[in-house]
C-alpha cells in the first residue's frame, strides 16, 4: 500500500470517525491516496491544518465550552504527536471572552498561521454568524470579531496570496 507524505502542505485533513479516539483522514487531492491515524486525544470536531500542526477544535472534558487541540505531525508517514497545551474558548471561566458575550465558538475553522486560527458562526452578544479571528498563542484563546456573515456558515478556507512585483 502507497502511503502520502503527511508533512505535504496540500494534504486534506478528515475526521471519519465521530468517536473519542477514532481515525482522523489523511488525504492526498492529487493523487487520492490517503491513511488513517488513531491516537486517543483525537475528538469529534473542527479541524485546521498549518505546514506540519493541525488543531481539532472540540469540548472541554470538563463541560465547560471548547477547547483546541494542538497536534504537530513528526513525519512524512503520518506519525502524528499531540503538544501539551490546550487553548480554552469557553466563555464561562475565562474574563476576556465574556466583554464579547461569546456563547458558541462556531462552526469551520481554519489556520491562518501557526498561531491564528478563523471561525465561523460564532455567536457574540451583538449577534450570531460572525467569523472570527482566533489568537491562539497562549493557553487562553484571544477571539477579534472579524465580519457577519449573512447567515450560518459551515467551512472556512484562509488564503493567503503573496504578489511580487
Given amino acids: 500500500m502507497s502511503h502520502i507524505d503527511c508533512l505535504d ?35 469529534p470536531g473542527e479541524l485546521a491544518k498549518y505546514d506540519d500542526l493541525f488543531f481539532i477544535k472540540c469540548s472541554d472534558s470538563h ?40 456563547t458558541y465558538t462556531g462552526n469551520g475553522m481554519c489556520a491562518k498561521n501557526s498561531t491564528t486560527l478563523i471561525i465561523g458562526s460564532v455567536s457574540l452578544s451583538s449577534g450570531s454568524n460572525w467569523i472570527c479571528e482566533v489568537d491562539i498563542s497562549s493557553p487562553v484563546a484571544l477571539i477579534t470579531p472579524l465580519f457577519q456573515a449573512g447567515g450560518f456558515v459551515n467551512v472556512i478556507l484562509y488564503i493567503y496570496l503573496l504578489l511580487t512585483l
Avoid at 12 to 39: A, E, N
Fill in 9 to 43: 502542505c496540500k494534504t486534506v485533513i478528515s475526521d471519519t470517525s465521530g468517536s473519542l479516539g477514532g481515525p482522523i483522514t489523511f488525504t492526498d487531492p492529487i493523487t487520492g491516496l490517503s491513511q488513517q491515524v488513531s491516537l486517543p486525544d483525537f475528538e
Fill in 63 to 102: 463541560g465547560t465550552g471548547d477547547v483546541i487541540k494542538k497536534f504537530i505531525i513528526t513525519s512524512s508517514n503520518c506519525s502524528v504527536q499531540k503538544l501539551p497545551q490546550s487553548i480554552f474558548l469557553s466563555a464561562i471561566p475565562f474574563g476576556a471572552l465574556t466583554t464579547l458575550g461569546v
